[in-house]
């Protein structure tokens, strides 16, 4: 059964379409990507899932459950780490810590010493007087101490500094999800794709509220690369179908292709090229591809 399963998922506000016909599904342990320009319709649905917003059309289950009418049952087992955080201003980061912990089943009291000195907290600091980057630190720790079996993140190093960031996304989610690696799931929205890229198995590309692409990343660098080719005198002219971007600079030509790379190899090859390269586009190219 999928964590995670979305069919056909409409939300309109007014007559405007904020997501229009989504489908995926997201298995147990995977670590998840969800895709999209400012406003593509990301933060909807994650509301969606979480039943914060209402769909208008369409089906919905997490942990196969409908979140309209299971919603205590469905965030007893799940953390949800929005693009902006609030916490109430008069507690300490230790009496917010305190009363998290309180609405939980279970929390990591070791893992929670952990990652506030990982990220240099101190538990008298009063939360009015922290960063924003210090209270997005203090909503990831109080999502991973309880050791959910999802993770739903958007935008979740918005204000870290690159330090912290790279540091909280190769270790402490990579730590998350490998302390039970076959039933820790992630689902995360963010524009910093390059930075997940180690860590994203499956993903979905939004535009307009409606799915673009949707495969597992391997496949993904299997079926996009780039080719370079530099030539001794004017490169010859390109027209082949599984061209989907092509740049020419002088005396070479760099081109995206989709799907089997070889035949357009064999062609560009057969021109006498002075050199030839490929390689695999990376998740951030390949949406940036995908959005062109």
Request: include cysteine.
């Given at each position: 059964m999928s964590v995670i399963e979305i069919?056909?998922?409409?939300?309109?506000?007014?007559?405007?379409?904020?997501?229009?016909?989504?489908?995926?599904?997201?298995?147990?342990?995977?670590?998840?990507?969800?895709?999209?320009?400012?406003?593509?319709?990301?933060?909807?649905t994650i509301k969606c899932l979480l039943n914060l917003l209402r769909p208008t059309f369409g089906r919905i289950r997490v942990f196969g459950l409908d979140p309209s009418r299971d919603e205590v049952a469905i965030k007893s087992r799940l953390s949800y780490?929005?693009?902006?955080?609030?916490?109430?201003?008069?507690?300490?980061?230790?009496?917010t810590l305190n009363y998290l912990a309180s609405f939980r089943a279970s929390w990591n009291w070791s893992k929670e010493r952990e990652l506030l000195d990982r990220f240099r907290l101190r538990a008298d600091q009063g939360v009015s007087g922290l960063s924003k980057g210090q209270k997005m630190q203090l909503a990831l720790i109080a999502a991973i101490a309880p050791e959910p079996e999802l993770l739903v993140l958007d935008e979740p190093t918005s204000g870290l500094d690159p330090i912290v960031r790279r540091e909280f996304i190769q270790t402490v989610i990579g730590a998350y999800q490998e302390g039970d690696p076959e039933h820790r799931t992630i689902f995360v929205s963010t524009h910093l794709i390059?930075?997940?890229?180690?860590?994203?198995?499956?993903?979905?590309?939004?535009?307009?509220?409606?799915?673009?692409?949707?495969?597992?990343?391997?496949?993904?660098?299997?079926?996009?690369?780039?080719?370079?080719?530099?030539?001794?005198?004017?490169?010859?002219a390109l027209d082949f179908k599984e061209i989907v971007k092509a740049n020419r600079d002088g005396r070479e030509w760099e081109v995206v292709v989709r799907g089997n790379v070889q035949p357009v190899l064999d062609r560009m090859q057969a021109c006498r090229p002075e050199s030839l390269t490929r390689e695999a586009l990376s998740l951030e190219e390949i949406f940036m591809t995908a959005l062109a």
């Open positions: 069919e056909n998922l409409v939300r309109l506000f007014g007559k405007a379409e904020a997501v229009n016909g989504l489908r995926l599904a997201v298995r147990p342990g995977c670590c998840y990507g969800f895709f999209g320009r400012n406003g593509a319709g990301k933060t909807t780490v929005p693009d902006a955080v609030a916490f109430y201003p008069w507690m300490t980061v230790r009496e390059s930075e997940f890229e180690g860590l994203i198995d499956e993903f979905t590309i939004i535009e307009q509220g409606r799915t673009v692409m949707s495969l597992e990343a391997d496949a993904a660098r299997e079926q996009f690369h780039r080719i370079r080719a530099r030539f001794t005198d004017v490169p010859p």
